[in-house]
């Protein structure tokens, strides 16, 4: 099987072509930005009359006891997508610039305009003016890009002018650290300097733009990684548009479905996202609830949070969308019509829970008491709030394992709001009555709300 696949394989006897392709539109980004002196300290005493007198004074003229402001600069790299002059680049290539020049394959170089950034993919959008059609390279379909796919780099590494290396897609659907993270990882040479630059596949379309390199030296050992190109035609369209992003917004704040909370709530999988709180906003106009699993958007699987968060992001501000949630163990369809993430993420989150009963207990290794007054001074809680308030919890307990903490605020259990000890206890017994082997509580943590699964077996 391995003879037949080696010898029907295409491998590319040169990519010769395809570099002198697509060369004419890759360029090499050099900004400046101003920055003040440093002052220096105390200038040397030399003695009145000192044969150094001189020499010193013309020294610090020259200096001028670095007051005077300086031009850092930094390279990188950028693509040109139309012939009227827009370009492609990282956000970290341009950021705080105060000028941004262009220079392209042909040696020409132009002043840059910026357009519009967006940090949260560390994409950013130029526009250059010029007498004739500027020659420009299309976005391919990063959603079809295969592990083990041919690729090309090319850019300005290490400011060493346009250079081309060769390589495979070693892994998709890599995250590093954003929300939006939709990462190519490939062995072809990405080095400093070809940050913004782009990633062709063999047809000569950017299905990345070269962003980060995982490396011990700072060097390339093989780990670099372009954001895919689907995700970035969504923020360049935008930025063309609007010189800013809109991103839809739900209006939820969610958690991944574990395990043992899969097994707690009786779902099929530990799959889709779960609801752990609904302020004010588009969510709860339409009616999903704390406890809502949500399967379904917009026709879309949802299997974890990072992917819901992706797929409400990309879906357009006002969009009126059909949302399916599992509620109590039933499917509910649920049409909400999206608000804009932009708008709403300085929105503070209300809290609002019931009365509560001074009484204490410990339960499942921990040590639980009804808010009161005094309790609610202590954690610093407002005083609408209630539930249960986590006094201590055992070290060797479940609780403690799955996360709990003295000060944690159950408001929760059993997927039913809690007032007293009594409701705890009920909620643990119907469960166990029902065969759970975990329990579902809903916990506020300095007002963050999460749901945990604790084990009912002994």
Avoid: C
Avoid at 55 to 69: A, C, E, S, T
Avoid at 84 to 89: A, M, N, Q, R, S
Avoid at 269 to 283: E, F, I, Y
Wanted: aromatic share 4%; hydrophobic share 40%; charged share 25%.
């Amino acid at each position: 099987m391995a003879q037949t696949i080696a010898a029907n394989a295409k491998l590319p006897e040169s990519f010769a072509d395809l570099a002198e392709q697509v060369s004419p539109s890759v360029v090499n980004i050099t900004t400046s930005t101003n920055v003040a002196g440093v002052d220096q300290g105390p200038a040397p005493v030399v003695p009145e009359g000192s044969p150094l007198e001189d020499f010193f004074k013309d020294f610090l003229d020259r200096q001028n006891r670095g007051q005077r402001p300086r031009q850092s600069s930094a390279l990188g790299s950028g693509f040109v997508i139309s012939a009227d002059g827009y370009i492609v680049t990282n956000n970290h290539v341009i950021d705080k610039a105060d000028e941004i020049e262009v220079e392209f394959f042909s040696g020409d170089k132009l002043k840059a305009k910026l357009i519009g950034t967006d940090p949260k993919t560390d994409i950013a959008l130029l526009k250059v003016e010029s007498d004739e059609p500027l020659p420009f390279v299309p976005f391919g379909d990063s959603d079809v890009m295969r592990v083990g796919d041919w690729v090309l780099a090319v850019g300005n590494p290490l400011g060493q002018g346009f250079s081309v290396s060769a390589g495979i897609v070693s892994a998709r659907e890599r995250e590093l650290s954003g929300a939006y993270d939709d990462f190519i990882q490939t062995d072809a040479a990405i080095n400093k300097g070809n940050s913004g630059g782009p990633l062709f596949n063999v047809e000569g379309e950017v299905v990345g733009v070269n962003t980060a390199i995982l490396s011990p030296t700072g060097g390339s050992i093989g780990i670099g990684f372009s954001m895919a190109s689907n995700v970035v035609t969504k923020v360049v369209d935008q930025l063309q548009e609007f010189g800013e992003t809109r991103r839809g917004w739900l209006g939820v704040r969610i958690q991944d479905v574990s395990e043992d909370v899969a097994e707690a709530m009786d779902l099929a999988s530990a799959k889709g996202a779960l609801v752990t709180d609904v302020p004010d906003g588009p969510g709860k106009d339409a009616g999903i609830k704390a406890g809502d699993v949500i399967m379904i958007f917009d026709g879309n699987d949802v299997s974890n949070t990072r992917e819901l968060v992706r797929i409400v992001g990309s879906t357009a501000v006002g969009k009126a969308v059909d949302v399916d949630v599992i509620r109590e163990g039933e499917t509910v369809t649920l049409a909400v019509t999206l608000g804009r993430r932009e708008e709403a993420e300085a929105t503070a989150v209300p809290v609002a829970i019931e009365k509560a009963d001074p009484e204490e207990k410990t339960i499942l290794g921990m040590t639980v008491a009804v808010l009161n007054d005094e309790l609610r001074d202590q954690l610093g809680l407002d005083k609408d709030m209630s539930g249960l308030v986590v006094k201590e919890v055992a070290d060797e307990s479940d609780a403690f394992e799955k996360g709990l903490r003295a000060g944690d605020l159950i408001v929760e259990a059993g997927q039913q709001k809690v007032e007293g000890l009594g409701d705890l206890e009920d909620r643990i017994a119907e469960a166990k009555d029902a065969g759970r082997k975990s329990f579902l509580m809903l916990i506020r943590r300095q007002g963050d709300p999460r749901f945990l699964a604790l084990s009912l077996e002994d």
